[in-house]
């Protein structure tokens, strides 16, 4: 797909040069425009399967650029770049048929690559089915022998076409991501405000409250952008040496206010001296807060939550071999316990068990799921030990 010819123009020499060249080595042919006049006479002119333009030029903008290419060939494949992104700008450009846009500067060459690819890749796509439409359309015109010659060849082509539902989770991905950002954008804000404003008592109430959301949202986004990349094989760890203790008090802190709201006590005991492991400490955060707030919801008011360190001792999994090590963070709740027969379906995403009356037992969504696959990319596992009426304790083992 890299012998596609691509046209890039934007009004600005530096980032023609600086994009042409990058994608000039990654394979691609390259032909610049320096407004959108020009870019508008080279598409009348020739057939590009990608058009890159810039959203504000000099004589013709990237919209009226992004319509000469639908007109000339319905199935070019546009990406806007601006540097002056609104909602407006954004919906006139999809509405006019864009594939993507993008925001300038293009800081993040991953990213840029991926869309371009993407946008390739669907046009592809796109001409694949209409091939196949036309060819269903020759053999439903009175070709009735090659009817069963082509089922198998039709049956296939409809398989590909069905591996689009992949573009649901990439929806998620790109949505959680998108989120996550303005999340963090808001909590850094509120937080300034916040400091900004601590002479005034009900302005720093109502910014606390802002900063408490914000961080309740942060703590859906982040779980379900880790669970999107996991579901697509893309979760890399950045392994550094963890102090399980911090890990574990950044926990209490994020998730002690909901749980006061819940009228349940949240404690932590740590040990007397540091225990540190090859971890990534913000996925580790995540995985541990999994636990906890799985504990705070299934705990009644009045009720306890003890999160603990314990180790190193030997791993409690034969997988791991009689001489390994490991550590483990403990979340023990005096909830009301889990059956035994619920137990073993419980760490399966978007499990719902209905089977039981008591809303209590319910078990939904990707947190036991995520906890446990991010303990295992780390080498470890998650455990579970529960009684009806006595409580549970979920453990994340790591190694040492």
């Given at each position: 797909m890299t012998s596609e010819y691509?046209?890039?123009?934007?009004?600005?020499?530096?980032?023609?040069?600086?994009?042409?060249?990058?994608?000039?080595?990654?394979?691609?042919?390259?032909?610049?425009?320096?407004?959108?006049?020009?870019?508008?006479?080279?598409?009348?002119?020739?057939?590009?399967?990608?058009?890159?333009?810039?959203?504000?030029?000099?004589?013709?903008?990237?919209?009226?650029?992004?319509?000469?290419?639908?007109?000339?060939?319905?199935?070019?494949?546009?990406?806007?770049?601006?540097?002056?992104?609104?909602?407006?700008?954004?919906?006139?450009?999809?509405?006019?048929?864009?594939?993507?846009?993008?925001?300038?500067?293009?800081?993040?060459?991953?990213?840029?690559?991926?869309?371009?690819?993407?946008?390739?890749?669907?046009?592809?796509?796109?001409?694949?089915?209409?091939?196949?439409?036309?060819?269903?359309?020759?053999?439903?015109?009175?070709?009735?022998?090659?009817?069963?010659?082509?089922?198998?060849?039709?049956?296939?082509?409809?398989?590909?076409?069905?591996?689009?539902?992949?573009?649901?989770?990439?929806?998620?991905?790109?949505?959680?991501?998108?989120?996550?950002?303005?999340?963090?954008?808001?909590?850094?804000?509120?937080?300034?405000?916040?400091?900004?404003?601590?002479?005034?008592?009900?302005?720093?109430?109502?910014?606390?409250?802002?900063?408490?959301?914000?961080?309740?949202?942060?703590?859906?986004?982040?779980?379900?952008?880790?669970?999107?990349?996991?579901?697509?094989?893309?979760?890399?760890l950045r392994l550094q040496a963890c102090d399980v203790g911090r890990v574990l008090e950044e926990v209490a802190l994020v998730y002690r206010p909901r749980a006061e709201r819940n009228h349940v006590q949240l404690a932590i005991t740590l040990p007397p001296s540091k225990i540190e492991v090859m971890a990534d400490p913000q996925r580790l955060q995540n995985a541990a807060g999994q636990l906890v707030d799985n504990a705070i919801k299934f705990t009644p008011p009045g009720g306890q939550i003890r999160l603990s360190v314990y180790g190193p001792m030997a791993a409690p999994w034969p997988q791991a071999g009689r001489s390994a090590r490991a550590v483990a963070i403990a979340v023990t709740d005096s909830g009301v316990g889990i059956p035994p027969e619920k137990q073993r379906d419980l760490f399966q995403a978007l499990l719902q068990a209905d089977a039981n009356p008591r809303p209590q037992y319910n078990v939904l969504g990707i947190k036991l799921d995520l906890a446990a696959r991010i303990a295992a990319l780390h080498g470890g596992r998650v455990t579970l030990k529960s009684e009806i009426g006595q409580g549970s304790t979920f453990a994340l083992w790591l190694p040492v």
């Open positions: 691509i046209l890039l123009a934007d009004d600005s020499a530096e980032m023609r040069d600086f994009l042409k060249g990058f994608l000039c080595g990654e394979g691609y042919v390259v032909e610049t425009a320096f407004d959108g006049a020009q870019a508008i006479e080279m598409i009348n002119l020739g057939q590009f399967a990608l058009v890159i333009t810039d959203l504000q030029m000099p004589r013709r903008d990237g919209v009226e650029v992004l319509r000469a290419a639908k007109a000339r060939n319905p199935e070019t494949e546009v990406i806007i770049l601006t540097g002056h992104a609104t909602l407006e700008s954004a919906i006139a450009a999809l509405r006019e048929g864009a594939h993507d846009y993008l925001l300038k500067p293009i800081e993040n060459l991953d990213l840029f690559l991926h869309t371009v690819r993407r946008a390739l890749t669907h046009r592809w796509l796109t001409q694949e089915n209409r091939r196949l439409v036309e060819e269903l359309q020759v053999v439903n015109a009175g070709l009735e022998q090659r009817v069963a010659e082509q089922t198998d060849q039709l049956r296939t082509a409809y398989e590909q076409l069905q591996t689009l539902g992949h573009l649901k989770a990439r929806f998620v991905l790109e949505a959680s991501l998108e989120l996550y950002a303005l999340v963090g954008g808001l909590f850094k804000t509120a937080h300034t405000l916040q400091s900004a404003l601590r002479s005034q008592d009900q302005a720093t109430a109502e910014l606390s409250e802002i900063v408490t959301l914000a961080s309740r949202m942060r703590g859906w986004v982040g779980p379900l952008l880790d669970f999107s990349l996991l579901e697509r094989g893309e979760l890399e």
